[in-house]
């Protein structure tokens, strides 16, 4: 991908060496994102030995450095929406459980002296618009409800439509997500743990008291028990798949004056909604992140477009900004019922599986950790129940609002029948890819800088969708189930493990 956060200029990643060797452990976690190593952290503070590998070089994964690291225990698309889905009962729990994540980032940071510029602060949820005051008076009274702390507001940080108010929640939280996750590293690592980069999960068996994975090289690690926490799960090819929706979101970031705009989390209520927050940068200056403009994955290939909506949006609202430094973008794995799935994966015994954190990933990845050691160590898991990764869908709006989403993998199989997105390779400008029609085949074309240009099957390894140009991110997106590839096919983003075919 060729964007990077501020997160990832700021401070980078650590590199750790690929496996060289058959070894054995008690735990092995396959991605080392926040959820990956939230889990590892949890499992080797509990004397267990443990390894995480990860298909890149990097450690921390790859949404995890993309993310803007809001700490909310509001939820973004609405506790009433969960109650209507499930009931109050899961909603006040699930509340608790952003609750308790929050909290332990808290405490780790304390405990192992992580210095991850954590801080508590006020979310702020303001109307786009005044119809929109149906969803936040709904919102307020399913909050006192279920016991979320609320309050209403008359005056907000960013001008509110006339005869408007916002919703203010107390307690909520922000970090540096890499400062974090480089201490999680030294935490795992101090406790014995071993982690290493480069290393590709392929395929797994479990037996009596154990699993065995086996990687790219043909390496097997034997464990007492695997945690699958790849963004989007490589370890089952459909099941949990038809639960979950990948959406592109898109993020600006840029100096403003110290004390020009108050330290808060504010988003508000479009359905691709604006996301706000700002990081402490020196003396002078805070930087101001604004995300939003999301999409369905694959589907839209405007994103010039989609960063200067942000910025226009954000300069109206807050005049200090100086102007986006960092301009990034990322996918987040929408479940159907607003919650995500974690925990033993259905029809296993030692392993466990993280996915379907939306847009809250963060506090997600961490209650998915708390979830997991409870259920590894046989205590009693609070949350298991209600984040079951085996729990079925259930009738009422978010079913409806999903298979819209599901459409569109309905649209994708007629792509085997239409013509290409250029006639032919001698369109394409260096930097450029596209999809072409040759006979019955799509091929994925990318033109490099050298003007040779590489070919291989548009053909999703995961199970058949047809892949689409990410003219941003120079990479190929495919909207089914969220996996993406590098212009020479090589694999970035699962569920796919295996590299676009070679084309015919
Ligand atoms: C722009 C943006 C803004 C966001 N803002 C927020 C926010 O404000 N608050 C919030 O809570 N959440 C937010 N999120 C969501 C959150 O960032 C993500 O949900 C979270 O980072 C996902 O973490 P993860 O550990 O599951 O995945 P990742 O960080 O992607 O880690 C998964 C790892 O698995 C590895 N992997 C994949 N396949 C294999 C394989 N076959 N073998 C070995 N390793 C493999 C990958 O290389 C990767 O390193 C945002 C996301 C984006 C994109
Ligand atoms: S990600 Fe499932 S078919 Fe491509």
């Keep these: 991908m060729t964007t990077s956060s501020f997160w990832y200029e700021d401070v980078g990643l650590e590199k750790r060496p690929p496996l060289a060797a058959d070894a054995q452990c008690d735990l092995v976690v396959v991605g080392s994102g926040i959820a ?221 004056p110290k004390g020009s705009v108050p330290d808060l989390l504010i988003w508000d209520t479009l359905e691709a909604y604006h996301y706000v927050r700002l990081q402490p940068l020196g003396e002078t200056e805070d930087l101001l992140i604004v995300g939003g403009e999301d999409h369905r994955s694959g589907m839209a290939n405007d994103m010039d477009e989609r960063f200067a909506h942000l910025e226009t949006w954000t300069r109206e609202r807050f005049p200090s900004f100086q102007g986006a430094r960092y301009r990034w973008s990322g996918q987040v794995m929408e479940p159907v019922d607003f919650m995500p799935y974690t925990g033993r994966n259905p029809g296993n015994r030692n392993i466990y599986v993280h996915t379907g954190d939306s847009g809250q990933g963060m506090t997600n990845g961490v209650a998915g950790a708390i979830n997991f050691a409870a259920l590894l160590f046989e205590q009693k898991a609070h949350f298991a129940e209600l984040l079951d990764p085996a729990r079925k869908p259930v009738a009422g709006t978010s079913l409806a609002d999903f298979v819209s989403g599901r459409a569109e993998d309905v649209a994708n199989l007629s792509e085997y029948l239409t013509g290409g997105d250029v006639a032919s390779v001698d369109e394409l400008k260096p930097g450029e890819g596209a999809i072409i029609r040759r006979g019955t085949a799509k091929i994925a074309a990318f033109r490099q800088d050298d003007g040779t240009v590489i070919e291989r099957s548009a053909v999703c390894t995961h199970v058949g969708c047809i892949v689409h140009w990410n003219g941003l991110e120079k990479c190929w997106d495919c909207p089914c189930h969220g996996s993406q590839f590098q212009p020479d096919g090589q694999v970035i983003n699962g569920p796919a493990i295996r590299p676009l075919a070679e084309a015919d």
């Design 36 to 256: 990956g190593m939230s889990s590892a952290y949890e499992a080797a503070r509990f004397g267990w030995r443990v390894i995480v590998i990860d298909r890149a070089e990097t450690i921390g994964g790859v949404m995890t450095p993309r993310t803007t690291a809001h700490l909310a225990t509001e939820l973004d698309d609405y506790y009433y929406y969960l109650i209507k889905a499930r009931s109050e009962d899961d909603a006040r729990l699930y509340h608790e459980s952003q609750v308790a994540a929050v909290n332990r980032i808290e405490t780790i940071c304390r405990d192992e002296g992580i210095d991850a510029d954590f801080a508590r602060l006020e979310g702020i949820l303001v109307p786009a618009e005044p119809a929109h005051m149906r969803d936040l008076q709904q919102e307020y009274d399913a909050c006192r409800a279920i016991g979320v702390d609320v309050e209403w507001l008359d005056q907000a940080p960013i001008p509110l439509p006339d005869g408007t108010r916002a919703l203010r929640f107390p307690n909520q939280g922000r970090f540096h997500p890499l400062k974090y996750i480089r201490g999680l590293i030294a935490a795992v690592e101090g406790r014995g743990g071993k982690i290493h980069g480069g290393t590709v999960y392929v395929d797994h068996q479990e037996e009596d008291g154990g699993v065995t994975i086996e990687t790219e090289a043909g390496h097997k690690i034997r464990a007492r028990a695997a945690l699958f926490a790849t963004n989007s799960p490589v370890n089952d090819k459909v099941t949990i798949h038809t639960k979950l929706v990948p959406d592109r979101t898109y993020v600006i970031a840029g100096p403003v």
